[in-house]
């Protein structure tokens, strides 16, 4: 053993105690304290809702049971779905559907791992499809076969455009869905670029779970799209949030020739699986709640901890020997005070590959680049990730 191999191993001695000793989860109290806050001031993950709902649903929470979250949240939901269901025209509906697939979906968030939870979320599936088909142009579910299951997606194209068009592969992240992706990208409809949004491997309703080859769900979800005489093969550029950008960076190699582009927003590229940092993060109060179960969940064979430290560091980006490989080009955003992606691992992605990369790091950031107040999800997909995206499909034109 080298004495760079015996000072990395006496650091992990050092720090094993105090790394164990995790920041106690939030009482029920603290997590809606912090949720109400967190929905005044439009921050992740209750960006979009209305406060008074929030508060409402609330006020019927009395303890951290999953069950008893699911039913507050959800007791508010069922209120705009049933208005959804009287609504006089499409846009009422589609209104009062978006705020039931809201309420739903946090109702089963991080992760739908009780019964009630797991009622909520189909429930905001179904809010959520409902929802979609007021939209003009229509958001289409599409089942792609795949191992003998099938990976469900939301595809929308622009409307009155005829030409093959420029695409978005949009993947959600660790507690994230496609349906919030699919939000996101809204807007880039109008520049005449549609977009797939899919689950990330172990959430929603994707078939696999997280593994290093789970990205093999993603081939099989570009192969879908170079069949579709609709899609320009050319110009299709992969966005992942989150674990979501883990996916997007590694498939930025992997699947290079059939790239035009890769946004990696707050990637795990390396440290992030090391154990080290996995059991400095568990307990991450950037995290409202349970991120040790949302990690549990998503993970292939993993049932605890300890289980995640031994699959963990086999996710390496670098331990896959993927980062001296040629790349396409690259956006990657985060912030500097991310405390669940270190800001190491988007250097070394930065310092990768055969191509300069572009970046857009927020000094004050935290995960996703996401202040307080100002740099909001939609601000920086509106301000930050479209336009480039914008701009890459531009030069690529014809």
Known sequence: MNIRQLLALSLLIALAPLARAQVPERTIDEIKAEALARAERGAYPL?????????????????????????????????????????????????????????????QWPIPNSEGKRAAYQRALDAYAKYGQALQPALNTVRI????????AYMRFPKGVSAPVPMILAISGLDSRKETVAESYEQILQHGVGFIAVDGPGTGQ????????????????????????????????????????????????????????????????????SVPFLRHTLGNREYLFDLVPAFLGVYE???????????????????????QKPTTPMLVV??????????ADLELLMRSGDVPKDAWINPSGGHLGREARGWTDPVIFSKVIIPWELRLIERSRP
Do not use: C, H, N
Request: proline share 5%; net charge neutral.
């Open 47 to 107: 960006g979009g809702l209305d406060p008074k709902d929030v508060a409402e649903a609330l006020s019927l929470i009395k303890t951290r049971d999953r069950d008893d979250w699911a039913r507050g949240w959800s007791q508010v939901a069922r209120r705009y779905e049933e208005e959804g269901m009287r609504a006089s025209s499409a846009g009422a509906a589609a209104a009062a559907y978006k705020r039931a697939w809201r309420l739903y979906y946090f109702a």
């Open 145 to 152: 076969p795949f191992e003998g299951s099938s990976i469900v």
């Open 206 to 273: 994707a078939p696999i779970k997280v593994s290093p080859t789970a990205d093999r769900m993603f081939s099989a979800v570009l192969d879908y799209l170079a069949a579709d005489p609709r899609v320009d093969r050319s110009r299709i550029i992969v966005s992942g949030v989150s674990f979501g950008a883990y996916w997007a960076a590694k498939l930025a190699i992997t699947e290079k020739a059939r790239l035009l582009g890769s946004v990696a927003q707050s990637p795990p590229v390396d440290e992030t699986f």
């Open 301 to 323: 064979g993993v049932q605890s901890v300890e289980d995640l430290e031994r699959v963990g560091p086999a996710m390496s980006l670098k331990a896959m020997g993927l980062l």
């Open 334 to 343: 985060g912030g500097a005070r991310d405390t669940q992606v270190p800001i």
